[in-house]
Every structure is written in C-alpha cells, then in structure tokens.
C-alpha cells in the first residue's frame, strides 16, 4: 500500500507542512532539531492533530477520517502501556474476543516477552515496556506504523536489546514505518529512506545513503557524523559563510551558487606541524573537545571553519590531543562534496 | 533525629480545636441512653427513617453519580463558553444554604414550579434535594482526577480502534476510580445528613420524606432520649464511612 | 493611669447593664409564642410598647418547639401556647401563674376560590387532593386529628409541618390543595386563601404563662381590654 502524504497542520502558532510518497516496506527516520515539527507530523497522520491536504493509504484518502478509523499504529516515546490493564489485556486492547487474546498471546512471544502476558506495566522494565506497546500496536496489522523516539527513554543495554527486536519486526512489517529520532544509530541500522524536517518544513526527503554522503544542510551532516558547511561559490572555490575556504575536487562552475560543502569526520586528519602534502585544504584549529565513540574518538575543533574529526585512537595518542592544544587539520579536495542547494 | 516542639501559641490553639471538635461527639456518646438503645433504635419509626435515609442516600448518590460523572468529564476535558459560569454553578450548592437550596428546588420543581414536576413531598423530592447537595461534591472530586489522567492514553486508545465512549469506561474511568469512591463516599455522606432542603422540599412524612436528620429534629422536641440514640446511629455511619476513606481523602492530586 | 480607670469604670457599667437580673423591669423582654399568634401578637407588642415604653422581641415557632428550647436553657420573660397539654411539659419555673388569653378554632384553606371544590371533610380524602397537616406534636396537628376523627375521616396528608404557619405557606403556594390551620391564620393570610368551615373542630386553647418578673406585664396586657379587643380583630376568640 503507496502511502501519499500533502499535510498542513497546525499545532498552537506552528505549522507544519510535509509533501512526500512511500512504498510499503519503507522504514522512514523523521530526523531534524527540535521543534521542527517531526512529532506534530507524525500526529497528523495519526489524526490527533488536524491536517488539511489529502492522506492516501492504498489509495484511499484518509484525512477526513476520525483516528480510530485510519489504520495507524502509534507507540509514543515511553509506550503509554495502559497502568490498570496486563501486558496481555494491553496488547489485546484494539483486538475483539478469544481470538485476539490469543492474537496478543502470539505477539508477545513473537517478541519474545511471551512470559510476562500477566505482568502490569509497573511489574515491567523500560525495554519489555516498549516491547509490549510494539506489540500493541503491530497487533491490529496497520497500513502506517508511527513510532515517535521510541528508543529515548531506555538505557543503553536495552536500547540495544529493543532495537534488534525492532529491526526483525520492522523487516517482516508490510506497511510504511516512521521512526522519529535524534539517534545516527537508529537510522543507520532500522532505516531505510530519511525524511529531514526544519522550521515545519521538508528540507530532505531521500535515501539514507544519499543523506550520508550528500545531507542538504549541516545539522543533517552533522547528525550523520560530518561536518557541513554553507558556502558560495566563488572563482572555483568555496567561500564558506562562517569564514574560510575550501576547495573540492568537483565543484561547479557557476559563480555565486549556494552550495552545502561537505566533509565526512573521517576525512579530516590532523597533524602537529603544519603538513607538507597533495591536501588543498589545510587550516589551523584549537581543540575544544574529545570524545571516545565506539572505539574511535571524536574531535570539536575551532576554528576556520570550525570542524569535527573522527580519528583512531592511536592517532589521538600518537598526536597526544588534548583540549587546548593546537592543530592543523588537513582535507584532500576529493574528500569535499559540493551539494548544490 | 531531632523532634521539634511547637511553639506554644500553635499548640494551645490546636489544642482548643481539637477540643471544639472533639467536646460534642464526646458528649453525645456520653449521654447516648446505651441501656435503651436496642429499644430505642428498633422502634418503628427509628427503622422506618433508617430505611429510608439509607434508600434516599443512596438514590441521591446513583443520580449524582449519572449526572455528576458526565459533567465532571464536561468541565475537564471539553473547551466551551461559559465554562467557569457552569463550574460555579455545580459549586454553588456547596456554599449555599441549604434551606435556601429547599425553596429553590420548590419554586423550580414543585407544583407550580417552573417545570411543575409536582416532586415536592414525595420521596423523589427527599433524593433530589440531597442529590442537589451531595453533587458538588462528586462533581469536584472526579473533576480533579480526569485532570491528573495523562491524555495520551486517550490518543494510543483511539490510534487502537477505541470510540470516546468506550476509551471513556475502558480506559479514563478506571484510571480514576480512586478519586470517584472518595467523591462517592463524601457525597453519600452528605446526602444522608441533608436536612435543610429536604425539609423544605419534600416535607415531612414518616415513612415517605421523614429521613433520619428530620426523625432527629422532631423527636427532640418530645422525646431527647430517642433524639439522642438516633443521632448515636448517625454519627456511626458517618464513621463508617471515614473508616473507610481512611486516608484517601485527597480530592485532587 | 487615668485612661485605664475610665476603662475599668465603663466595663462595670456596661457590666451591671447586662446582668441586672430580677432587680428593675427591662426596655427589651422576649416571648416565645406559637406560631398562630405571629400576626396578633405583633399588634400587641406595638400597643404594649406606646402603653409601657417596653420593647417586645418574639421567637414563634410550633409550640413543642419553644417548650423544648425553653427545658434546654433558652431564655424567654414570658411563653404563650396553642394548648395547655405543651405549656405543661415545660420544667421552668414559672413567675406567675399561667393565664387563657384566647381561644381559638380550626378550618380548612384552600387555593382561592375552592378550585378543587373541598366543602366537608370527606372531601380531603379524594383522590388526588394533596392535603397537609402539622405534625401531631403541634398543637394544631393534635386539634386537627381530633376534628378528623370526630368528623369519622381517615386523610393521608402528603407532609406534616412542624408548625401551622408551615401549613399555610404551602396551600398558599399551591403545593398542596388543602390544609387545617386555625381561623386566625386563614384570616392572616386573607386573600390568598380559600376558607371552608370544619364543624367538627375543637376549640383551642391558649394559655400564656411569665417566666420572669419582666415578663408579668405583657402578660397582664394579653387579658386586658385592650389587649383583648387585638385578639379579637385577628379573629381569635374570648377566652371565657
């Protein structure tokens, strides 16, 4: 089923307006700061926030219709599991009869919280909570499956444990899932398509390859480990709007044009003497701050630009980073990817 | 830990609080005729009143209960003009005298009231005049707590297939069951003390209208032995209900 | 200093002015009557007051109720009942001895003009007539059930009224179609009730009693011709 969206919805003075086509399959992260609006579109579809423009599940048009009629399943951020029912009577709650008990029956053990059918919420851990609301809502089969950050409010070991059930489940799921989230990992591993908001507004609708390699703007970049920068072109090379230049192997030749420049945090080295070498792209920069990420370590340089690098662990001891100390940071032209805006 | 003394001025007149509440009820049971009292209390017209002031009480509490519950989800969850009007007038019972309240209800639901219901001297006119009381109470109590419950649970229950009605009885109503026994109990309370409006209202009748507060009233005119037992009765039940109640007597979270 | 004793002196002023007991006759007494007495006894104290200079407060209500209050403590110069059986369950001492200062009988109101058509007693039984009474404490109410005994009629009234007055105001309001009140009260409320006549009805009795020294002289007043001659344009009867 072809889900078609052309929303406008308005939440108090903020409105939101999402134009985009998904196939069945389709895993959606909905990325962008807060306050964009992902939640309010996210709503929307369910039809707890009212939208005008036209909603098509399969073809049919479903804006009009109230919520309990539009086929979406919702699990907001921390489940909302309904206190006075069992996880069982909860996941058998959009089901009628003996057959959707044993329907809910069979949904948990799929997940693999089978044994806890007859636990309250209170009896159950963040991470078999958001299991029996996946549940809660996979139970009555939807044609849209509407997760708003539903990975937020674990901790990190069941994190990890609920996004592997999520990323089986979502695999087998027919209809389109949206996955709103803050998380790189989350997008990486559970989508496949990204839509980007801002300001209320789509400012990316693609593929998660395409969003890594080339994101429209440098919050995108920066979620995606990078760095993006808007810039100018300017007699072949970038003028950057925070200051500095770049220079990239491919840039385009109209003068003027509003570009993103973007630089992967991998490609950025850094080296204690200013280097000698092939790199067009060479600056000084003050290290402000380190972070170990999975076994690599994260660098926030000042500078011109100012500019996150991503370099082994060894190099980091090697180099012996510190905040404060300073560095030069050096880009090959072929690393630049120029994102005509 | 360090225990702290309360001031001086504090303590005397808590002190003379407690004594002001505490004196009369300490009276009462000092004076019930105790050697009397299974006489006393299985005379006709004492069981004839029980009975009665437990029927009224109780039909009050079951029509403040039907108009009560939806008004309290009126005032809680609905936006419409003239809300703090209508939130003031279920409160106004609970200031109002309630012989005031009686002449109300005559000059509205009497024989010639403004809809001529013909309710007064009946014992529907008793239930309506401490329904009339006893709503205010229930209506703040389930009002506090549909406040308190967490909206998204209305949302996820739509999301699952749920109408307002039943999302209403399968989800929010148990969620505030706790805060409905608490208005329950202090509106049958009320109801079963009601004296004023229901004198008033439905007149005085043994067996029809003659509830217990009204038993007491006329009975201690002639008979304060009997006033005294019927009241002992009174103050009981009354205590039933805070043994029950215990602690949850908080109305709103 | 000096200021603290005006103080002093002002307070035993005050003071001797509040309790001055039995010693000097009072400005201000305070009676309790029966209910029927309300307009009648209104009329008195204004003619007592030009005649004696004395203010007269009033507590009327049913008179089981003025007895019970009065055996509780509550304090009254002088008590006037609609039957001598109430006035004699009163364990106050009296100041003087208890006095008839009228008599008085009972009749059925209506709505005004007799809609329903109520001439005889039996008439209060049919159906659909919303007849009330006053509690059979209440003067009135025993008086009432002696009338319909006498007149061999069993009424099963909607609500019985801890004081006539009660009674009235309801047929007045058209809450119900009849009631048994005293001619007084029917002559009391004029034009806005009916009158049918109760041949069967006892003749009440009031009997008015001083509880304190103070009280003597309203009571004195009841009996004499002028306090009379206000009794008798209220419709009450000579006491005889």
Known sequence: MTFDADLRATA??????VTGRWQPGDVVAVVGPNGAGKSTFLRAIAGLTAATGTLRIGGVDVV????????????????????????????????????????????????????????????????????VALARALAREPSVLLLDEPLAALDVEARTDVRRSLRAHLAEFQGVTMLVTHDAVDVMTLASRVLALDGGAVVQDATVGEVTTAPRTPWLAALMGGNGFYARVNAGTLALDEGGILVAAEAPSSDGAEVLAVVPAHAVTLHRQRPEGSARNVWPATIRDLAVVGGRVRVTLDGTPAVLADVTTASAADLALAEGVGVWASVKATEVTVVVL | MKTTRPPLSLATA???????????????????????????????????????????????????????????????????????????????????????????????????GVVPLSLSFTTWGAILAEAFVALPFLVLAVEGALLAVDERYDDVAATLGSNTTRTFFRVTLPL???????????????????????????????????????????????????????????????????????SRWRLTR | MKRRAIAVALLLALGSAGCSGESKPRRTITVFAAASLTDAFTAEAAAYEKQSGVHVRFSFAGSQDLVAQLNQ???????????????????????????????????????????????????????????????????????????????????????LEDNVRGVLTKVELGEADAGIVYVT?????????????LPTSPIATYPAAALDASGQGFVDFLISVAGQRILAQHGFLPPQ
């Open chain 3, 185 to 197: 009260d029917a002559k009391a409320a004029g034009a806005k009730v009916g009158a049918v006549a």
């Open chain 2, 14 to 112: 808590a002190v003379v609080g407690v004594a002001f509440l505490l004196l009369p009820l300490a009276a009462l049971l000092d004076r019930t005729p105790w050697h009397a009292l299974p006489r006393l209390l299985t005379s006709t017209s004492a069981l004839t009143a029980l009975r009665l002031s437990i029927e009224c009480s109780l039909g009050a509490l079951a029509l403040s209960l039907a108009v009560g519950v939806p008004l309290a989800w009126l005032l809680a969850r609905v936006e419409f003009p003239g809300k703090s009007l209508l939130r003031a007038a279920v409160t106004l019972p609970l200031v109002l005298p309630p012989v005031v309240g009686g002449v109300a209800l005559l000059l509205a639901f009497g024989r010639n």
């Open chain 1, 12 to 17: 108090g003075t903020f409105a939101v307006a």
């Open chain 3, 73 to 159: 403590g509550a304090p009254a110069d002088a008590v006037a009942t609609a039957d001598t059986a109430t006035l004699g369950k009163l364990t106050v001492k009296l100041a003087g001895a208890s006095a008839t200062f009228a008599r008085n009988r009972l009749v059925i109101v209506t709505a005004p003009g007799n809609p329903k058509h109520i001439e005889t007693p039996a008439d209060l039984t049919r159906r659909g007539i919303v007849v009330v009474l006053a509690e059979p404490s209440v003067p009135a109410g025993k008086y009432a059930t002696q009338a319909l005994q006498a007149a061999d009629v069993t009424v099963h009234p909607r609500s």
């Open chain 2, 176 to 246: 505030v069951l706790p805060a409905l026994a608490a208005g329950s109990a202090l509106a049958w309370a009320r109801a079963l003390g009601e004296f004023g409006a229901t004198i008033t209202f439905a007149g005085n009748l043994p067996g029809s209208t003659q509830t217990l507060p009204l038993d007491v009233y006329l009975t201690l005119q002639d008979n304060p032995d009997a006033a005294i037992a019927l009241s002992t009765l009174l103050l009981a039940l009354s205590l039933m209900v805070l043994v029950a109640m215990r």
């Open chain 1, 64 to 131: 009009d219709r109230p919520v309990a009629r539009r086929g979406v399943g919702w699990v907001p951020q921390d489940g909302a599991l309904f206190p006075h029912l069992s996880a069982l009577d909860n996941v058998a709650f959009g089901l009628r009869g003996r057959r959707g008990r044993s329907a809910a029956q069979l949904w948990l053990d799929r997940l693999g919280i089978g044994d806890l059918a007859g636990r309250k919420p209170s009896q159950l851990s963040g991470g078999q909570a958001q299991k």
